[in-house]
T-cell receptor, first 114, second 112 residues
């Protein structure tokens, strides 16, 4: 079964620590995305990647970093510079970069910073 | 810029019909998506409209009027499992990228 996975589902960290969220897809999609969702808010784009070894900032990239060393993987690091990191993080992928088409979402990681 | 408006919350009765509206203002237009998201889960794709008119898919239909910057999602024969948040997303985003911008979502509560 093809799909997109995120791990872990729940993550707790102490303030000041960096944390990396995993996102893997076996859909052979070129484009991958990271979104943040807060209560009562829509999805806000953090970073996206249209091709391996390339990525672009979204609307709220400050305090986050990503890498795209493999087509299947797009990990997100939440750094200590992110002022309000507690949120629900969603990873997504889509087929053709630069063309509008539906996005497939992973199950999400709920990060809580204590 | 871009502005997407949806009602925050709606309630409806099982078996009834509900219409969830989405209005948008955008420079240029590539298409409009509707996604369903159950609490704590991933959004799942429902529909995509690029031309004016109604697209029907089983119990769900989506309508688009490009000239009015308006779309709606119509859910018929409501079931309890339809209780979820419904997200409207419009492409392009500010700056021209194809990646859609999401509205805040409409939380639909279906009661018996």
């Amino acid at each position: 079964d093809g799909g997109i996975t995120q791990s872990p589902k729940y993550l707790f960290r102490k303030e000041g620590q960096n944390v990396t969220l995993s996102c893997e897809q076996n859909l052979n999609h070129d484009a991958m995305y990271w979104y943040r969702q807060d209560p009562g808010q829509g999805l806000r784009l953090i970073y996206y990647s249209q091709i391996v070894n390339d990525f672009q900032k979204g609307d709220i990239a400050e305090g986050y970093s990503v890498s795209r060393e493999k087509k299947e993987s797009f990990p997100l690091t939440v750094t200590s510079a992110q002022k309000n990191p507690t949120a629900f993080y969603l990873c997504a992928s889509s087929r053709d970069p630069g063309v509008i088409n539906e996005q497939f979402f992973g199950p999400g990681t709920r990060l809580t910073v204590l | 810029g871009q502005n997407i408006d949806q009602p925050t919350e709606m309630t409806a009765t099982e078996g009834a019909i509900v219409q969830i509206n989405c209005t948008y203002q955008t420079s240029g237009f590539n298409g409009l998506f509707w996604y369903q998201q159950h609490a704590g889960e991933a959004p799942t794709f429902l529909s995509y409209n690029v031309l004016d008119g109604l697209e029907e898919k089983g119990r769900f239909s989506s309508f688009l009027s490009r000239s009015k910057g308006y779309s709606y999602l119509l859910l018929k024969e409501l079931q309890m499992k339809d209780s979820a948040s419904y997200l409207c997303a419009v492409s392009p985003r500010p700056g021209g990228s194809y990646i859609p911008t999401f509205g805040r979502g409409t939380s639909l509560i279906v009661h018996p």
